[in-house]
């Protein structure tokens, strides 16, 4: 009697487990991530209804799975299931995966009771429809997989076998017609319904609400009535097996479609959540590595991009495993794991070019985090001034990516002596076609170096001076006095003549020069200017003013002034104030301004 007692506790205690995984344990999991997604704690943005649709489907698909597999395993344990049965065990449970998949994907994406949560652009009514479908889809492909299963195992006759294909494909013609049916009726109301709303916002009744209508509806008609017609044709020209297989894809590729749809709406939601500025791990990416906030969102668009482009390549493969192509494409791929041989001493290997991709992105982020520290710390506690600091951090930063890089190129196989073979075949291109960035990379380093003009010098380039705001690699940023900015190539800045008005001293000299008539009084004259460059308050004391006699000749003696400011960036308006003082100073001593006279001889007696 033990072993009869061992046998049904062990049957008990699977159905318990079982139905424990299926009911209580499912539908507890399924209310908590609604709760924790209708929470404050969840993620904002798109990613609440996406993740919550993940969730969903993968507590929809595993645990009822895993309930069928608990229980066989259990059957299993005390010998329950015979073994040319084995095989219709495994088809219950392949099954029952498929069919807890299709019930689960057709639960988070229609939502038919939580309109607000629903990634499909559908109304309730129709969601509510195509979920019944959906139901029976899930129904459907259990039972053709298990009758199927039965079948094979006991080796019944082709006939049989034939009446069997041909009632499951008959029922899946049934489905996709009574499906193709309700999206008829779904758009032809949602074709109603918009222009019903264009006739009312033509009369000025209307409101400007969008009406939803789903634009892959057309699509999926388009396919369901192919496949139906040649479902039809093919079953009554006797080939089931094709109407069957018809009637499977129809119904398989639409379920690789939508689930690539959420898996594609999902991964673009979490990359976009994870690199951003409000998100902890953005802020924490932000804080370690000093990048912008545009730079992270452009990080967090390109690794979405990517994922998206896994998704869509997978999807290609779930649909043409039917066809019998996946295996070709699989091993191309396995091939292109084991790398691309470029010559007898240099392989790319993914997994070492994924290496070298990291190394680099660690390698930047240090030589930042470097830089940082030298800007704000430790630089700012020494003595240099501010073009030095400027010069010392930028040819860090430039040494730190070139070892960067160094490291990057060896950690993806490539030695020193492939590293010059591939400097060789670029110096080439860059003998050519970048020669001028390369004049003006050295002459940026140059001028880092040696500093003719750096951060904060005030320079004359032609007609054109300003401050130096900033030393690029290819150029240099120079604000002028209409606070525009003025790109100027650093080749620019080595191979020509520039003016560096701050380089040895940073005064700036005003010169006033001047003619007044002979009979004018110089020294009081000369006292009063004295006087009115000293009570200037942008006049320097030293070098003091100085007014000179230049010249005395043609009736006129011409004055020569000269005051300092502090820099030569307030010399135009210290200068225009002391015309203006000249000018009063003139005025109160009527003391004319002479020009020079221009004497025309006239003659007035007629030619002979």
């Known amino acids: 009697l033990a072993p009869a007692y061992w046998i049904i506790a062990v049957e008990l205690l699977g159905l318990l487990a079982a139905l424990v995984m299926m009911f209580p344990l499912r539908l507890w999991l399924r209310a908590l991530g609604r709760r924790f997604a209708a929470s404050e704690r969840a993620p904002d943005g798109r990613l609440r209804r996406s993740g919550l649709a993940m969730w969903l489907l993968l507590v929809g698909t595993l645990l009822p799975g895993y309930a069928v597999v608990v229980f066989i395993a259990s059957l299993n344990a005390i010998g329950g299931i015979a073994p040319r049965l084995q095989n219709v065990a495994d088809g219950v449970q392949a099954a029952s995966f498929a069919a807890a998949f299709i019930a689960a994907l057709s639960a ?10 629903r990634l499909l652009n559908l109304d309730d009514t129709a969601a509510l429809k195509l979920r019944k479908y959906a139901w029976g889809a899930a129904a459907l492909a259990w039972f053709s997989t298990v009758l199927v299963a039965i079948d094979r195992a006991t080796r019944t006759s082709d006939v049989t076998t034939v009446a069997l294909d041909g009632v499951i494909a008959l029922t899946y013609l049934g489905l996709i017609m009574a499906m193709l049916v309700t999206l008829s009726r779904l758009h032809r109301r949602q074709t109603a319904e918009a222009e019903a709303k264009l006739e009312a916002q033509a009369d000025g009744l209307g409101a400007a609400v969008p009406v939803r209508r789903s634009s892959w509806l057309v699509l999926a008609r388009v396919a369901g009535n192919l496949a139906v017609t040649a479902a039809i044709i093919a079953t009554l020209l006797g080939y089931v097996n094709f109407a069957k297989f018809v009637n499977q894809q129809l119904i398989g590729g639409s379920i690789v479609v939508l689930a690539a749809l959420l898996l594609f709406k999902f991964v673009d939601d979490l990359c976009t959540w994870l690199l951003n500025a409000d998100s902890k791990v953005g802020q924490t990416i932000l804080l370690s590595t000093g990048l912008s906030v545009s730079r992270l969102e452009q990080a967090g668009v390109l690794l979405s991009a990517m994922l998206r482009t896994l998704v869509v390549l997978i999807a290609l493969l779930a649909l043409a495993a039917p066809f019998g192509n996946v295996g070709t494409i699989v091993e191309r791929i396995a091939a292109l794991a084991n790398g691309i041989t470029i010559n007898k001493d240099l392989t790319l290997q993914p997994g070492r070019i994924a ?17 940082r520290w030298l800007t704000d710390t430790y630089l700012p506690k020494t003595e240099l001034d501010l073009g030095a600091r400027n010069s010392i951090s930028t040819i860090s930063g430039y040494v730190g990516i070139i070892l960067v890089g160094l490291w990057a190129l060896t950690a993806m196989g490539l030695d020193m002596k492939n590293l010059a073979l591939l400097a060789s075949a670029l110096s080439v291109g860059i003998g050519f076609g970048l020669q ?173």
Not at 581 to 589: F, G, K, T, V
Request: aromatic letters at 6%; a negative charge.
């Open 436 to 608: 001028a960035i390369i004049q003006n990379f050295v002459s940026g380093l140059i001028l880092l170096a040696e500093r003719p003009v750096k951060i904060g010098d005030w320079v004359k380039l032609g007609d054109q001076e300003g401050d130096i705001r900033r030393i690029n690699v290819r150029s240099t940023e120079i604000q002028v006095g209409d606070k525009s900015t003025l790109i100027v190539p650093n080749s620019e800045l080595i191979t020509k003549t520039i003016r560096n008005m701050t380089m040895g001293n940073n005064q700036g000299r005003i010169q006033i020069q001047f003619a007044v008539p002979t009979s004018t009084d110089v020294a009081g004259l000369k006292q009063a200017l004295l006087d009115a460059y000293g009570a200037h308050q942008a006049v320097l004391q030293q070098p003091a003013p100085s007014v000179f006699i230049d010249s005395i000749a043609g009736g006129q003696i011409t004055f020569n002034s000269f005051a300092y400011v502090a820099s030569p960036r307030q010399v135009y308006g210290t200068r225009s104030d002391l015309y203006f003082s000249l000018l009063q100073i003139l005025a109160e001593r009527d003391i004319p301004l002479s020009t020079p006279t221009d004497i025309h001889l006239v003659c007035d007696t007629p030619p002979e």
């Open 355 to 371: 290496t070298g991709v990291l190394v680099l992105l660690i390698g930047v982020g240090l030589t930042q985090l470097m830089q």
């Open 108 to 117: 988070c994406l229609l939502v038919p009771t939580r309109p607000s949560w």
